[in-house]
């Protein structure tokens, strides 16, 4: 009876480290998937900010674009109090030229702040959409190596295997 208690009281012990095992293999499982989501959430959360800084920046542009109309409406005023200060038509010959001169000039810078204004936004949805590309990224690898780890412990349970049993094994007897 001494070695069936013996056998008994090992097999418990190889259960209750087996368990122990499997309980510190789920665990390390969780906490790789927690530091991918833990990632990922920081990731997202630059994601944010880079579509705030491309709208800031967008802004700057805007602001700029209407110091330009301001500057453009400026100069026209300019041009034609000068021109009738002068007894000169300003809606005709040189002080239209000057002010056509004047608008084309303002519109062309008017367009370059509005394609900067356009592509700082843009840049900032690609970065913010890069962000969120590499938070994707990170909670799958994390849940995948989260299940691979998982995997690799449960077959290195199953190759040690429980307590072996001899009892009950090997050839029968005349008696079935």
Known sequence: M??????????????AAQGIGLAASAASSMSQMMGARSQARGLAAQATMARIQGKQEALKYREQGLSVLDNILQTQAAINARAAA???DPFSGSAL?????AEGRGARELYTIQ??????ERGGE???AEYMKQARATMRAGFI???????????????????TSTLGTGTRGPIN
Request: hydrophobic residues 45%; neutral net charge.
């Open 2 to 15: 001494g070695f069936l208690a013996a056998m008994g009281t090992a097999a418990g012990v190889s259960s």
């Open 86 to 88: 002068g007894g000169i």
């Open 97 to 101: 030229a000057l002010t056509r001169y």
């Open 115 to 120: 394609d900067n204004q356009i592509i700082a």
């Open 126 to 128: 690609m970065q913010a």
């Open 145 to 163: 190596g989260s299940i691979a780890s998982g995997a690799t412990t449960a077959y290195q349970f199953g190759l040690i295997g429980g307590p």
